[in-house]
């Protein structure tokens, strides 16, 4: 079985602009949820609101497509009805830290057994550019014409401060680090989180002198730095390179969790 | 094995161009019927896929269709009889 058994084929091409990140983030997710040899009837794929929560539309799986920033609620719901169910959770920055924000530390601090990937687009795509709780300094969207003046979230951070038990950062770029940290995920119990950063050359790039999808890939490529060699330099007293993204496992530990498969 | 885009999924992004180590997709020139500049193959043969993939059983590298955010790329199996086209490399 492949990840192509996963996806709905007479739903496809799917509503995503041309190279949005979102559809490599779903191959790897599926890819991800076949290798672990999860079952089509025992897999639950829960979303919220954004193009991100598109995504369980185009899976032949049981799936939730739910209201804005309670994803995360309704898979604690489903977790704790029916431990034996593995709770994939899609959501988008918008959903997951705006919207959502207190489900989700309160997610992590219960440690419920669900996988929450969240595609980082940066800005609220669907609803036209608007700028998000983690859109970068100076960033251009549509409410924040001149740049953004907020600092932005660190969703991994938060995860791991509010106790979540898998805590890992890649791109769209990195695809096949990115299938083996879901996978990881997928089989650590308690809350694993992994972000995946993902380019929007339409609402995003497009405003940040990113015109083609190609542009911002190459960003990531770039500007990736993974975590282990970002700890050196710190350790060595080197400054980081600026508007670095830090990739790989943040972190991994065993804390108790809720709703384990037994 | 035989590799495809399927041009009815196939948005015309170029992200393959980007992540094929053997450079076999090439940014296309012509719009097809949809009006999307679907990416050209460059000698697909070399694809190692395509040769090795039936012998080891699993997808060998696999960017390509990993990062297709359409999921357009996949690897058929050919017709009994079909023309087989062979790549040296120096």
Redesign the interface.
């Known amino acids: 079985m492949?990840f192509?058994d996963w996806?709905r084929a007479d739903r496809?091409?799917?509503i995503?602009?041309?190279?949005?990140?979102?559809?490599?983030v779903i191959?790897?997710t599926l890819?991800a949820v076949d290798q672990a040899g999860l079952e089509k009837e025992e897999t639950v794929f829960v979303s919220g609101i954004g193009c991100s929560s598109r995504a369980p539309g185009y899976i032949v799986t049981d799936s939730l497509h739910t209201t804005h920033g309670r994803a995360l609620a309704f898979a604690t719901g489903i977790k704790m009805a029916n431990p034996a169910l593995s709770v994939v959770v899609f959501t988008g920055d918008g959903d997951l830290a705006a919207i959502g924000g207190n489900h989700f530390i309160h997610a992590c601090r219960r440690n419920i057994d669900l996988t929450v990937v969240c595609m980082n687009n940066m800005i609220y795509g669907m609803t036209g550019g608007q700028g998000s709780p983690t859109t970068p300094r100076m960033a251009l969207s549509t409410t924040t014409p001149y740049g953004s003046a907020e600092p932005a979230f660190d969703l991994c951070e938060l995860a791991i401060a509010a106790g979540a038990n898998y805590v890992s950062r890649w791109t769209?770029?990195h695809?096949?680090e990115l299938?083996r940290a879901i996978l990881a995920g997928l089989r650590t119990p308690g809350l694993s989180f992994i972000e995946a950063m993902v380019q929007c050359?339409t609402n995003f790039g497009r405003r940040n002198r990113y015109r083609?999808?190609?542009d911002q890939?190459?960003y990531f490529k770039t500007h990736g730095m993974l975590v282990e060699k970002v700890r050196r330099l710190q350790e060595e007293g080197q400054e980081i390179p600026p508007e670095t993204i830090v990739l790989g496992e943040l972190a991994r530990r065993n804390r108790p969790a809720m709703g384990v498969k037994t | 094995m035989k590799l495809v885009i399927d041009e009815?999924?196939c948005?015309?992004?170029?992200?393959c161009?980007?992540?094929c180590p053997y450079k076999i997709y090439k940014p296309g020139k012509k719009p097809n019927e949809r009006g999307?500049v679907v990416p050209e193959l460059d000698r697909p043969e070399r694809c190692p896929n395509c040769r090795l993939q039936a012998l080891y059983g699993r997808?060998l590298c696999g960017?390509c269709?990993?990062?297709?955010?359409?999921?357009?790329i996949?690897w058929v199996e050919e017709k009994p009889g079909e023309k087989k086209k062979v790549a040296i490399e120096f």
């Open positions: 492949t192509s996806l496809l091409p799917h995503f602009c041309a190279g949005c990140g979102n559809g490599t191959n790897c890819n769209s770029y695809v096949k299938t050359p083609q999808p190609l890939v190459e | 009815k999924r948005k015309g992004c170029n992200l161009t980007m992540v999307i997808t960017m269709q990993m990062i297709c955010p359409d999921q357009a996949s």
